[in-house]
Nanobody, 121 residues
Framework: QVQLVESGGGLVQAGGSLRLSCAASGSIFSINAMGWYRQAPGKQRELVAVIPSGGSVTYAESVKGRFTILRDNAKNLVYLQMNSLKPEDTAVYYC???????????????WGQGTQVTVSS
């Protein structure tokens, strides 16, 4: 079994910062891409940032220059540093990882339970 557990959400004023963390655990052979998505009320889930096991990072246009995604491969961790937060960043943030559980399987998508980020104006 594989689990993704997020932490670090909360309430912050506009212009403030938050750091989200996501830890992958369980039966993991390897992890390809890891990323963060978000879903605001009444909207579809959207990509925020994704970091592959190798290669360049992708950011949504709306967060470029403000958010940074980082990854610790040795510990199966991914972080999202969010600076200069805006009210429109308010959403539930979900961690995602493409995980292979053995040499012969996957990769399959796994999701965390989500963490609420609320930015007040």
């Amino acid at each position: 079994q594989v689990q993704l557990v997020e932490s670090g959400g909360g309430l912050v004023q506009a212009g403030g910062s938050l750091r989200l963390s996501c830890a992958a655990s369980g039966s993991i052979f390897s992890i390809n891409a890891m990323g963060w998505y978000r879903q605001a009320p009444g909207k579809q889930r959207e990509l925020v940032a994704v970091i592959p096991s190798g290669g360049s990072v992708t950011y949504a246009e709306s967060v470029k220059g403000r958010f940074t995604i980082l990854r610790d491969n040795a510990k199966n961790l991914v972080y999202l540093q969010m600076n200069s937060l805006k009210p429109e960043d308010t959403a539930v943030y979900y961690c995602n990882a493409e995980i292979r559980r053995s040499y012969h399987s996957g990769p399959y998508d796994y999701w965390g339970q989500g963490t609420q980020v609320t930015v007040s104006s």
